[in-house]
């Protein structure tokens, strides 16, 4: 009878193992509905970016000053960034599967409205509220495939939606360029409409629901989030436009951020029922994939602001050739993604990847800091597929960690948060970089300006051009505009520089996260 029992109750134990390899959520057809919620999310990623290109179109069209036309990206920004937080609360309230079909829907109809827009104000008023619906789209898109997904298949999951958020700002300015060349900055909203119905048409057959949960909104803590936000927002972006802080303005928007991220966590201890469950911040791997993803965020998207204008004034490329140049690094992100989910199944310690990641990404880094106005074709590929590797390498491993130990309950809220901070990380490193590149431009020409001589430009006497005045302002306006290409290349060069030492100087955070943290729930 001993003999017998034994093997029943070593049986017992083993079941819940086996049983713990086994998807939350059960979806009909899995391929199917995998194609519409990346379809879902790429869509939302794109209009990050897609209108950037046309904006000078926009600006004549709709009677905009530079200034004012720049509310235009800045009102999705904002909105989508206070948005956001709210994701988990709304998806426990009136359920995930009602919120993703409402989100999707919403974006596809303002996304319609925008390219119908009149005037300034229609179209900043539609990208807000085009920001606020595709704001929820990333974390129920990421929180509801991991939901759909085997423990054991979540890396590759995760990489695949992954490949997503890193080709949507590249694929951005190239398919925004060539819609509004070929066709009308218009269709650079109107694009959303047949992709997104499709995309809608297969969530509304496959994506299934978590249960609803009651759940008290806390006002009080989301309205802090929201102030601390937009002021971090707008000073980031009017910062260029009003001298920093040589402007009343920008110390107001610092106070703010200060005054309302300060009161946002002193609540966050002590309030009942925070925005944010204090178990997310418990997880030690979930709180240093948090500090990763604001470094992620400014280094991708920063390069990724920088390459395109570089390209186009100093290299001449158009956009076409911008975006053949640049594919390259999505390449490298869809290799690498594919080679860290084998790695972590193998049972390579995920610590070693985001080091190597972000060692590989500050090599590409250094690299293109190399570059000059003589660098061609073949560098400038071969370093961003190199790049594209190093992202790969870092962004799976990083999100994989980040959800390994978190309760599925908890899933929506720390996406949200994941994406949060890759968008805050986004808006400071842009920012950052833009406001070196200007300082870094009038800096660099002043100094290469002083060493103009009559012996370095051919010239006997510069003064002698007074007598010819035409010709001499033509030749005085080709050796300032070399000047200027110069300083510009200077420029580029030390934000490179900078955002290489910034990649080394995240590497040591690895020591934070518990070692192999993926492999715990199998």
Request: proline letters at 5%.
């Amino acid at each position: 009878m001993a003999g017998e029992g034994a093997p029943r109750r070593a049986g017992r134990r083993e079941q819940p193992a086996q049983l713990e390899d086994v998807a939350q959520l059960h979806v009909k057809n899995r391929p199917l509905f995998i194609l519409g919620v990346m379809s879902a999310s790429l869509l939302q990623v794109l209009d990050t970016t897609i209108a950037n290109v046309a904006i000078p179109h926009m600006q004549s069209a709709l009677g905009a000053t530079p200034d004012t036309i720049s509310w235009v990206l800045t009102s999705y920004i904002i909105a989508s960034a206070v948005a956001m937080p709210i994701t988990g609360w709304l998806a426990d309230r009136i359920g995930s599967r009602n919120l993703f079909l409402w989100s999707v829907a919403g974006f596809i109809v303002f996304s319609m409205l925008c390219g119908m827009a009149q005037n300034l104000q229609e179209m900043v008023v539609f990208r807000a509220l085009q920001g606020v619906t595709g704001a929820f789209i990333a974390p129920l898109s990421q929180s509801v495939l991991l939901d759909t997904t085997r423990p054991s298949r979540q890396p590759q999951i995760i990489a695949l939606w992954g490949l997503g958020v890193m080709i949507g700002p590249i694929l951005g300015p190239i398919l925004g360029g060539w819609l509004t060349e070929n066709w009308t900055w218009r269709w650079v909203f109107y694009v959303n409409l047949p992709v997104g119905i499709a995309s809608l048409a297969i969530l509304m057959a496959q994506l299934p629901s978590r249960a609803v949960r009651r759940r008290r909104f806390d006002l009080f803590g989301f309205a802090m989030i929201a102030v601390a936000l937009s002021a971090l927002q707008l000073l980031l972006d009017r910062g260029n436009h009003v001298g920093w802080f040589d402007s009343t303005e920008i110390w107001i928007y610092l106070g703010c951020t200060i005054a309302a991220a300060w009161v946002m966590i002193i609540h966050l201890v002590t309030a009942k029922e925070p925005l944010f469950p204090r178990a997310l911040f418990a997880d030690v791997n979930f709180v240093v994939s948090l500090l990763f993803m604001v470094v992620v965020g400014a280094v991708m998207f920063a390069t990724m602001a920088l390459l395109p204008p570089m390209l186009q004034q100093l290299f001449a490329y158009d956009v076409i050739d911008t975006g053949m140049v640049l594919m390259p690094r999505g390449i490298g992100v869809l290799v690498s993604m594919q080679v860290s989910g084998l790695l972590m199944r193998k049972g390579v310690d995920a610590r070693w990847i985001v080091a190597v990641g972000f060692a590989v990404g500050a090599w590409s880094l250094n690299w293109m800091a190399g570059w000059s106005l003589e660098v061609d074709y073949y560098n400038i590929v071969i370093s961003g597929l190199v790049q594209g590797l190093g992202i790969g390498l870092v962004f799976i491993p990083l999100n994989a960690s980040a959800f390994a130990t978190l309760p599925p309950h908890l899933r929506t809220d720390g996406s949200s948060l994941l994406n949060l901070t890759r968008s805050v990380g986004s808006s400071i490193g842009i920012s950052v970089v833009m406001t070196l590149l200007a300082r870094n431009i009038q800096t660099s020409h002043s100094e290469l300006a002083s060493h103009v001589t009559p012996g370095l430009t051919g010239m006997m006497d510069l003064s002698a051009l007074d007598r010819f005045p035409a010709y001499g302002d033509a030749a005085l306006a080709v050796i300032d505009a070399e000047v200027t290409r110069q300083a510009a290349m200077i420029a580029y060069v030390n934000d490179f520089y900078a955002m290489m030492w910034l990649s080394l100087a995240s590497i040591p955070l690895v020591l934070l996260m518990r070692r192999n943290a993926i492999h715990g729930r199998r």
